[in-house]
Each structure stands twice: as structure tokens, then as C-alpha cells.
């Protein structure tokens, strides 16, 4: 049976461990892969938002596309997905002109049909 | 087509004959010519117009064979062509290639992972392969691989490695984790370098240097062939992974806390990557600068104060990570901990307390060969679209590195600008990182910032100090600070463009180093 001591050591050296795992990174590669199976499921233009476009326009705080449209919008609404004045034409256009902060996206790198696409889905109203 | 290229040759008339050749090749979808979608290949942040370095046509190869038919072509009609790979590191100049009305070889097609090797750890890649498309075929594939990401995650991995970029990982020096490559030379000869000159080479991705001279770096930062494929060595996740930002309160810190890595650097303990960021840095993850001071100028006191106050952190912040085995991270961070600890005001940030940072996550994330985008966050500082990077090379020391910093605090600083500033350091040097944003839609102020670049070339050569990259508009002024010995090395280089590429269809300009049709123009 172990002695007060010894169940207040335990404790110490289980919180201990703890502390430690708090301060390093688990691995979430298992998590990633799931991820990415899951984006090849999606419909075309939804798949292409999420591996072409997510990258500065996802919702965490240090995607640069969001935060720039953040300031840039009335409301504060930065998320693109979610902006209900867009059209298609529109998103073409500055995805192959580029604003300042928005790089111009060549037909080589993306094609006039994935194009066609991702801005189908992002002008999309009934959308989740 | 009306473009006049700065040499003074009108390529136009060129291009006019050889575009229905090009189109025979690859098809007519894949040659570009039309002013309109001509405009994405511009260079647009840097500090001249946005039609200084505008092509006159791309063509965009599907295979090595493509491009071996594309260099006849550009042989026989005097088109030069400058390859990409992504064509998306805009602070070095993007897609556009250094002289105006020339044309580009776009490679972003040649996108084929061609090889993942999960035993020997590496992986064989076409030009067009970004370092996010690595990482989700890595992702797909339940593999332990990790890319070695550079900081924009869209960023091509031949493209970096070939300019000599650094990743966030212990496999950062990209350039040197590439083994072989293959090469369509000017005059469409086909070589594969190191072991991969043996026919049936079972080691091409495995030992670097063959057998004979080692050319593989003539094809970096050059205009000597199109790389088509690269080999690239890939770092397998390890047991831990522990991120650590150290702050530090006061300027002259710099210099007490690159001398205390230096050992620990040099010796091996800390093989991750080391980036010291100013805490401008810190705050264009954040906020804009105007947000602090809505009138231009140099930054006040009140608002350094008031930075490192909302930020939670200092003057300097270090990031790194450790790798290993539960019991090799806990040794090491022990030690790095214990020489850090030494300097007064030293703040230690672990997984858990920074978490909701953007720079925190960003680059946390990169460290664990996460490609991603969050660096470009910064580009709101100032939010008018105007970025180049000033990258001189310095000693692993810190009476240089407070050389450097206070060398380009005066400069900038005098010409109205704060400097963004971090130290990327690697295993002997630092590669200072002067990450200058201006207001591109101000003609002064681009002009102004145009005028404080070159300075600041020239300013930094006289000390010592090099440059490793630059943007196109700035490559012959730091080529010609490279010229010990009447330039030798450049005569060298132009020895070799004049045997490789005599006609000069290959990236004229490039690093300075111009064919003999054109050598009159350089400045």
C-alpha cells in the first residue's frame, strides 16, 4: 500500500509529465492525412477552395487573406466563403489580376476550368 | 506584340516567328501571348513599375522532351527564355524574368512527384512541384516524411533549392538536402549529374557528387540549363517535436545572444532552424503600422513600447525547436536553457502559451515542416503591395550582427523607413533578412525605397558583407560587388554562359551574368 509520501510523489511526477507533454508538439500527422482524404472527397470546386485557395483564405487567425479582407470589409467579415456580393466574374477577375496582398494566379498554375470551379463554389448561396 | 527589352533588341519580332513553332510543340493553349494574361507574370512589389520586367510570351512545357524541342526553337529564332519553377517568391521577382520582352519557360506543368523513397528517405521531383503539393502527396500516402518548407508554403522545392533557400526544419539548408538533378542544357543535351551519369544508378538520390567535378551548384542561381527533375533528402518526423521562443528586452541583446548560440550551433546541439525576429516582425503578424501611427515616418518610442507590450514579447525573439528522442530533446533544451537563462531579461515561451499567436502558429507550424502561408501576414504592415528582401550574409557573431543591425537601422532609418528585420542563422553565417515593405502606390516612396536598396547593396559590400539573393531589378549591382580580382568570378561565369548558351536564350540577366549579345546593357 503506498504511503502519503509516495502518493504525492506520484502525483508530482504525473503532473510532471504532463506539464512536459503540454510544452511539446503531439504528432498530427495522422490527423493531416485524414485531412487531406478528405479534400480529395469533396466536389471539384469545394476540393479546389480547400488545397488552392485555403492557404490564405482558411479561418485561423494567420491566414493572410482572411485578415487582410478582416480590415478591408465593413463588417469585419474576412472569411471569402462567406460573402454574400461576390460573383463569379468577380473572383475571376481578381484571381487572375491580383490586388495589393493578392498575387495573381497564372492559367498555367490554375486552369480556366478549376478556375471556374472554385468560384462557383465560393459565390455559391447554398452552401453551409 | 510592341514590348522593347532594355538591351535594346526588340525581341518581338523573334517571338512573332517562333510563337507558331512553340504552339506546334506544346499546343496552342500552352503558349501565352496576350497582353492581358501576359500581366501575371509581372514582378508586382517591387520598387520599380510594374512593366519592368513584363514577358513578351510564356510557353509552359509538359514534359523534358517539350522542353528540349522549346530550347531548339528559342536557338534557331533568338528567343530567350527564363525558366520558373512556381514562379511565386515575388520578393525576389516571381514569374517575371529579368529582361523585358523576353519570354519564360513556364515549368509550373512538370508537377509529377516522380518518387517518395520512404527507407532512404528522399524524394525525385519535377520543377512544378510546390512544397504544399509534397506535403499532401507525403499526407496521402501515411508517410513519416516531412518537407522542409521555406516560409511561403506555394513556394516551388526545385525553385528554392536551385536560388539557395532556406527551410524551417533541421533540413533547412535546401540547396544542400538536394542530391542529383537532371538538366536540359541551351543546346538541348539531356545530362543527369552525380550518380545519376551512370546509366541504371541505384545511389542517384543517394550520394551527391559522382564521380568527377561536382557541377550541381553551377545550375543554382544561374542561367546555365532547366533543371527538370531535382532529388531532394526529406527529414522523417521525429519521437518530439518542442518549439521554444526566447524574448529578449533590449537591442544590444542581439549581440550577447548570437555569441551564446554560436557554440551550441557550430557543435551540433541545435540542429533546428534559428530565427531571430525583431519585434517589427512580431507585430506585422498582428497589426498594420498604421494602426500605432497613422502619420508616416519612423515608428516612435511610445509605439516600440506599446508593440512588445500587445505582442508579449521583446525587442529580439528567437524561435527554434528541438527534435529526438524524449530523452535527447530534454538533454538539449536543458542546455540551450541554462546559456540563454544568462541573459537578463531572457523570456521563454513553451507549446501552451502562445498558442493564439499568428506568428506563434505560422511559424511553429513551418518548424514541423508544415507548409503554409502565415508569413505572409506581415505583408499588411504597410498593405500598399511594395516588398523586396535586402539578404546579406554575416560571420556567426555578434559583434557583426550588431554591425549589420545598426548599419541598416541608420540607412533605412534616414531614408524614412523601419526596417523589418530577422537573422536566419545557419551553420557558421547568419543570413541577415531585411523583409522591407514601403508603399508601392507611392511613386516617391517606391523611388525612395529603390535609392535606399541599392545604398544599403554597396553600403554592406565595403563592410564585408554579401549579399546570397536578390530581387531581378537589384542582380548586376550585388553581382558586381562580387569582384575580387577584376571581377574573376564573373568572367568565369560569362566563360561558362559563352560555352553553355552562345546564342543567350537562357534567363539573360540572371545573377548578372549576361550572354555576350547583351553584356553592353549590364549597369
Given at each position: 500500500m503506498m504511503t502519503g509520501r509516495a502518493v504525492v510523489g506520484a502525483a508530482v511526477w504525473l503532473l510532471a509529465s504532463f506539464h512536459v507533454q503540454a510544452q511539446q508538439m503531439t504528432s498530427n500527422l495522422a490527423e493531416l492525412e485524414k485531412q487531406v482524404k478528405a479534400q480529395d472527397q469533396l466536389p471539384?470546386?469545394?476540393?479546389?477552395?480547400?488545397?488552392?485557395?485555403?492557404?490564405?483564405?482558411?479561418?485561423?487567425?494567420?491566414?493572410?487573406?482572411?485578415?487582410?479582407?478582416?480590415?478591408?470589409?465593413?463588417?469585419?467579415?474576412?472569411?471569402?466563403?462567406?460573402?454574400?456580393?461576390?460573383?463569379?466574374?468577380?473572383?475571376k477577375a481578381v484571381v487572375r489580376n491580383g490586388l495589393p496582398q493578392m498575387f495573381p494566379f497564372r492559367a498555367v498554375d490554375l486552369s480556366d476550368q478549376d478556375l471556374d470551379a472554385i468560384a462557383n463554389y465560393v459565390t455559391d448561396r447554398s452552401k453551409p | 506584340?510592341?514590348?522593347?527589352?532594355?538591351?535594346?533588341?526588340?525581341?518581338?519580332?523573334?517571338?512573332?516567328?517562333?510563337?507558331?513553332?512553340?504552339?506546334?510543340?506544346?499546343?496552342d493553349k500552352w503558349v501565352v501571348s496576350d497582353q492581358e494574361s501576359l500581366y501575371a507574370y509581372r514582378s508586382p512589389e517591387s520598387t520599380v513599375e510594374d512593366d519592368a520586367f513584363l514577358p513578351s510570351a510564356v510557353i509552359a512545357p509538359g514534359s523534358v522532351e517539350e522542353v528540349q524541342a522549346i530550347l531548339k526553337v528559342a536557338n534557331a529564332h533568338k528567343t530567350p527564355l527564363s525558366p520558373i519553377s512556381t514562379g511565386k517568391n515575388y520578393m525576389y521577382g516571381g514569374p517575371a524574368p529579368r529582361v523585358k520582352g523576353t519570354g519564360v519557360l513556364d515549368l509550373r506543368r512538370m508537377n509529377k512527384i516522380l518518387e517518395i523513397n520512404e527507407r532512404q528517405n528522399y524524394a525525385l521531383l519535377e520543377p512544378g512541384v510546390s512544397f504544399l503539393d509534397l506535403h499532401r502527396e507525403l499526407r496521402r500516402r501515411g508517410s513519416k516524411l516531412w518537407v522542409c518548407?521555406?516560409?511561403?508554403?506555394?513556394?516551388?522545392?526545385?525553385?528554392?533549392?536551385?536560388?539557395?533557400?532556406?527551410?524551417?526544419?533541421?533540413?533547412?539548408?535546401?540547396?544542400?538536402?538536394?542530391?542529383?538533378?537532371?538538366?536540359?542544357l541551351a543546346n538541348g543535351e539531356l545530362i543527369r549529374t552525380g550518380m545519376g551519369a551512370l546509366p541504371g544508378s541505384n545511389t542517384w538520390q543517394m550520394f551527391k557528387y559522382g564521380f568527377g567535378p561536382y557541377v550541381d551548384g553551377i545550375f543554382t542561381q544561374s542561367n546555365f540549363g532547366v533543371v527538370t527533375k531535382m532529388g531532394i533528402w526529406l527529414m522523417q518526423e521525429p519521437p518530439v517535436v518542442?518549439?521554444?521562443?526566447?524574448?529578449?528586452?533590449?537591442?544590444?541583446?542581439?549581440?550577447?545572444?548570437?555569441?551564446?548560440?554560436?557554440?551550441?550551433?557550430?557543435?551540433?546541439?541545435?540542429?533546428?532552424?534559428?530565427?531571430?525576429?525583431?519585434?517589427?516582425?512580431?507585430?506585422?503578424?498582428?497589426?498594420?503600422?498604421?494602426?500605432?501611427?497613422?502619420?508616416?515616418?519612423?515608428?516612435?518610442?511610445?509605439?516600440?513600447k506599446e508593440i512588445c507590450k500587445r505582442m508579449d514579447c521583446g525587442i529580439w525573439n528567437l524561435y527554434t525547436c528541438f527534435y529526438g528522442t524524449q530523452e535527447i530533446v530534454d538533454a538539449a533544451y536543458a542546455i540551450f536553457e541554462a546559456t540563454l537563462k544568462k541573459i537578463k531579461g531572457a523570456r521563454f515561451f513553451l507549446e501552451g502559451s502562445r498558442d493564439d499567436r499568428p506568428g506563434w502558429k505560422y511559424r511553429t507550424s513551418l518548424m514541423r515542416g508544415q507548409p503554409n502561408m502565415g508569413e505572409f501576414t506581415q505583408l499588411n504592415w504597410i498593405g500598399s503591395g511594395g516588398h523586396v528582401a535586402f539578404a546579406p550574409i554575416l560571420p556567426l557573431e555578434g559583434e557583426h550582427a550588431m554591425r549589420m543591425y545598426h548599419l541598416i537601422k541608420k540607412l533605412y532609418n534616414d531614408a524614412g523607413f523601419d526596417p523589418v528585420l530577422d537573422f536566419a542563422i545557419g551553420?557558421?553565417?547568419?543570413?541577415?533578412?531585411?523583409?522591407?515593405?514601403?508603399?508601392?502606390?507611392?511613386?516617391?516612396?517606391?523611388?525612395?525605397?529603390?535609392?535606399?536598396?541599392?545604398?544599403?547593396?554597396?553600403?554592406?559590400?565595403?563592410?564585408?558583407?554579401?549579399?546570397y539573393r536578390t530581387h531581378l531589378a537589384f542582380m548586376d549591382d550585388v553581382a558586381s560587388t562580387y569582384n575580387y580580382n577584376n571581377a574573376a568570378m564573373m568572367k568565369f561565369n560569362e566563360t561558362l554562359k559563352d560555352a553553355l548558351d552562345p546564342n543567350g536564350i537562357l534567363a539573360p540577366g540572371k545573377s548578372g551574368i549576361w550572354p555576350k549579345s547583351m553584356r553592353g546593357i549590364r549597369k
Open positions: 471539384l470546386g469545394h476540393r479546389l477552395f480547400e488545397q488552392r485557395c485555403a492557404i490564405c483564405h482558411g479561418s485561423e487567425p494567420y491566414h493572410p487573406g482572411t485578415r487582410v479582407l478582416s480590415q478591408r470589409s465593413a463588417n469585419g467579415q474576412g472569411s471569402l466563403q462567406s460573402r454574400t456580393y461576390l460573383t463569379p466574374a468577380v473572383v | 506584340m510592341s514590348n522593347i527589352s532594355k538591351s535594346g533588341v526588340d525581341f518581338a519580332a523573334n517571338f512573332k516567328r517562333a510563337i507558331p513553332e512553340f504552339k506546334k510543340i506544346v499546343g518548407p521555406a516560409a511561403p508554403g506555394w513556394g516551388g522545392v526545385v525553385g528554392n533549392a536551385l536560388d539557395r533557400g532556406v527551410g524551417w526544419t533541421p533540413y533547412g539548408d535546401n540547396f544542400g538536402a538536394q542530391c542529383g538533378m537532371e538538366v536540359v518542442k518549439p521554444v521562443m526566447v524574448s529578449f528586452e533590449n537591442e544590444e541583446d542581439l549581440g550577447i545572444l548570437v555569441d551564446a548560440l554560436r557554440p551550441l550551433r557550430v557543435n551540433g546541439l541545435l540542429p533546428g532552424a534559428l530565427m531571430i525576429f525583431d519585434y517589427l516582425s512580431e507585430a506585422a503578424t498582428e497589426m498594420t503600422r498604421s494602426e500605432l501611427e497613422p502619420a508616416k515616418g519612423l515608428l516612435s518610442e511610445k509605439s516600440v551553420g557558421r553565417e547568419m543570413h541577415c533578412v531585411l523583409m522591407f515593405y514601403f508603399d508601392r502606390s507611392n511613386p516617391e516612396e517606391r523611388k525612395r525605397a529603390d535609392a535606399v536598396f541599392r545604398k544599403a547593396i554597396f553600403e554592406a559590400a565595403k563592410l564585408g558583407y554579401g549579399e
